[in-house]
């Protein structure tokens, strides 16, 4: 199975995910008559970032492992959603990157090196493989749960059925 097969199509189940849970928030919020779009700034800490950008780290996050896998270029969200409605917009497309990259050419060298560059002039040199399993999934999972936690944290109504609804896809008959 290739290194690709592992990250890109769960990412997209994620995203979708994710989709899901801020539609449930937009939901309640404008049932409570409350300013859904507000949500986007919230955060848990005052040091930490809102979800708006947590969302867009999340589908930067995506990209970047897309582009990486695939030695591509990255297309990347340069600013965080101003809307939920910009929110989605985002997410959708970078769950529609995802799944085109899921067409292509089914074997990434997992033994290619990658050079990645944070700030403070932090560079890393990995393997593909090492990215992925050190770097690219902790990191997309960090700031998935983020969003989450911020949701949570200020009232939405999430449960682990909506962080997760793929897996009732797979929910043998009769349990419950």
Same mark, same amino acid.
């Given at each position: 199975?290739? &290194? ?39 955060? &848990?800490?005052?040091?930490? #970032? ?8 999340? $589908? ?24 939920? !409605?910009?929110?989605?917009?985002? &997410? ?8 085109? !990259? $899921? ?25 593909? !493989?090492?990215?992925? %399993? ?12 983020? !969003?989450?936690?911020?949701? %949570? ?14 897996? #009732? =896809?797979?929910? %043998?008959? =009769?349990?419950?």
């Amino acid at each position: 199975m290739d &290194i690709r097969d592992l990250l890109l199509p769960g990412y997209s189940q994620m995203l979708r995910a994710l989709s899901g849970q801020l539609d449930k928030a937009r939901e309640q919020l404008e049932d409570e008559g409350k300013r859904a779009d507000d949500l986007l700034d919230a955060r &848990i800490a005052p040091d930490m #970032f809102p979800l708006s950008s947590q969302v867009q780290f999340v $589908c930067l996050q995506a990209e970047e492992a897309r582009g990486r896998l695939l030695d591509d270029p990255i297309d990347a969200p340069n600013a965080p959603p101003e809307t939920l !409605a910009d929110a989605q917009d985002m &997410i959708a497309r970078a769950v529609d990157r995802l799944e085109t !990259a $899921c067409q292509g050419d089914p074997h990434s060298d997992e033994r290619r090196m990658i050079e990645l560059k944070l700030p403070r002039e932090m560079v890393f040199d990995l393997d593909l !493989a090492e990215y992925v %399993r050190s770097w690219a999934a902790p990191q997309f999972y960090f700031h998935l749960v983020a !969003a989450y936690a911020i949701m %949570r944290h200020h009232g939405v109504a999430l449960g682990k059925p909506d962080y997760v609804p793929h897996m #009732f =896809g797979f929910l %043998r008959g =009769g349990a419950s």
